[in-house]
Structures are given as structure tokens and as C-alpha cells.
Nanobody, 121 residues
């Protein structure tokens, strides 16, 4: 069974940094795009950052210049380095990966369980 396991959330003061990590476990054929989404209370889930298997990245305007997404294809992991955090970054952050479990099947959308990030003084 494929699982996405996240780590690294927590409480941080405004201006601080956190690093989120996500590891894909289980038997898989390949991983296409990976990314991070977030959902704040009362709001819809939104894309924060995404990265293709080739390393091309895409960021939400609100995090450009502050967050950096990276991945290790050999280890099936993706990370999100978050700097200069603001109170409005407070949300549950979800890891996402489009995974082909077997070669004959199309990629499916897989989600982690979510990790809380709280930015507050």
C-alpha cells in the first residue's frame, strides 16, 4: 500500500523557518509531479508549491521568494523549506504526489495525512 508520510510541522514565530518533509513508501513504478498544498480554517485547499520529476517548480504568488520546494527522486521524497514565515501561512500542509503504482496504470493522486504549521508570536 502506498503511503505519504509527512513530518516537520510545528509552531514558529513570525519571521522564522520550518522545513517540511514527505516520504513515499510502498511499492511503486514511478512518481510524476509532487507538491505541497495547504488548507487554513474556513478556506479551500490551495497549491503552495509543486515540482516535476525533472525538477521544474511552480509556486503560489504568496510564497514566492520565501518557500523552496525540492525532491530526491532516488529516495522518493519531497521537502518544503519555508522561510520568513507569516501568520497567514498558518494552515494544515498536505503532501501530494501523482504516483504510477504499476506501469500499465495511469498516475493516481495521493495525499499525506497533513501536518499543522502555526505561525504566531
Amino acid at each position: 500500500q502506498v503511503q505519504l508520510v509527512e513530518s516537520g510541522g510545528g509552531l514558529v514565530q513570525p519571521g522564522g523557518s520550518l522545513r517540511l518533509s514527505c516520504a513515499v513508501s510502498g511499492s511503486i513504478f514511478s512518481i510524476n509531479a509532487m507538491g505541497w498544498y495547504r488548507q487554513a480554517p474556513g478556506k479551500e485547499r490551495e497549491l503552495v508549491a509543486a515540482i516535476t520529476s525533472g525538477g521544474s517548480t511552480n509556486y503560489a504568488d504568496s510564497v514566492k521568494g520565501r518557500f523552496t520546494i525540492s525532491r530526491d527522486n532516488a529516495k522518493n521524497t519531497v521537502a518544503l523549506q519555508m522561510n520568513s514565515l507569516k501568520p497567514e501561512d498558518t494552515a494544515v500542509y498536505y503532501c501530494n504526489a501523482k504516483i504510477r503504482v504499476v506501469a500499465a496504470q495511469p498516475a493516481v493522486n495521493c495525499w499525506g495525512q497533513g501536518t499543522q504549521v502555526t505561525v504566531s508570536s
